[in-house]
């Protein structure tokens, strides 16, 4: 089955920058988008078609892609985006598939 | 504002079907581009898609569940509804509903409800 492949994982200090990647073969051909998830709380769109940020998303969060791989970049992070990050795209028959998740925490 | 609202049994014994119910409040449920869907999360992993539904009866299933599950709407009620059957402890699990785009060939889920845990357990 599809899998879009995420790090479990990603550590910063207050003020650094968070980049999260997500990797799988389709990503040049469908776009991914990212959700931020808090701790019994539902998940949040933070980026749209691999780069597009909702309105009400603070501006230190960005989205690229390049080749098979898309990264969600968070710059000067702060404490309250210590959070669980999803991707989710499509395979190529249109299935939605979601990431396996990346844990952020700010050190 | 648009608000989406989970409802149904907290616990549900192995072999039945699990059955909830989104209320959609703040807007239409009519709306072109506009799908309807069902995502879950077991307990301390991650997110899984379930289906989609559009109000004219256009339905999306994830394959990995497609023969268990049924995906309805009713648009007089501006509600759309989950039933899964056949469940096991493997479908222990928060479930969420939630407004999806359709733009540029991709599903993306813009508003989310709660999230309502539903435990099979006997």
């Known amino acids: 089955s599809y899998e879009l492949t995420q790090p479990p994982s990603v550590s910063v200090s207050p003020g650094q920058t968070a980049r999260i990647t997500c990797s799988a073969d389709?990503?040049?051909?469908?776009?991914a988008y990212w959700y931020q998830q808090k701790p019994g709380q539902a998940p949040v769109m933070v980026i749209y078609?691999?780069?597009e940020r909702p309105s009400g998303i603070p501006e230190r969060f960005s989205g690229s892609s390049s080749g098979t791989t898309v990264t969600l970049t968070i710059s000067g992070v702060q404490a309250e985006d210590e959070a669980d990050y999803y991707c989710?795209?499509?395979?190529?028959?249109?299935?939605?598939?979601f990431g396996g998740g990346t844990k952020l925490t700010v050190l | 504002q648009l608000q989406l609202q989970e409802s149904g049994p907290g616990l549900v014994k192995p072999s039945e079907t699990l059955s909830l119910t989104c209320t959609v409040s703040?807007?239409?449920?009519?709306?072109?581009?506009?799908?309807w869907g069902w995502i879950r999360q077991p307990p301390g992993k991650g997110l899984e898609w379930i289906g989609n539904?559009?109000?004219?009866?256009?339905?999306y299933y994830n394959p990995s569940h497609k023969s268990r599950v049924t995906i309805s709407v009713d648009t007089s009620r501006t509600q759309f509804s989950l039933k899964l059957s056949s469940v096991t402890a493997a479908d222990t699990a928060v479930y969420y509903c939630?407004?999806?785009?359709?733009?540029?060939?991709?599903?993306?889920?813009?508003?989310w409800g709660q999230g309502t845990l539903v435990t099979v357990s006997s």
């Open positions: 703040g807007g239409s449920i009519n709306r072109d581009r506009y799908y």
């Open positions: 989710q795209s499509a395979d190529s028959s249109g299935t939605v598939v």
């Open positions: 389709a990503l040049p051909k469908q776009f």
């Open positions: 539904i559009y109000y004219s009866g256009s339905i």
């Open positions: 078609k691999d780069s």
């Open positions: 939630a407004r999806v785009t359709y733009d540029s060939g991709s599903f993306l889920f813009d508003y």
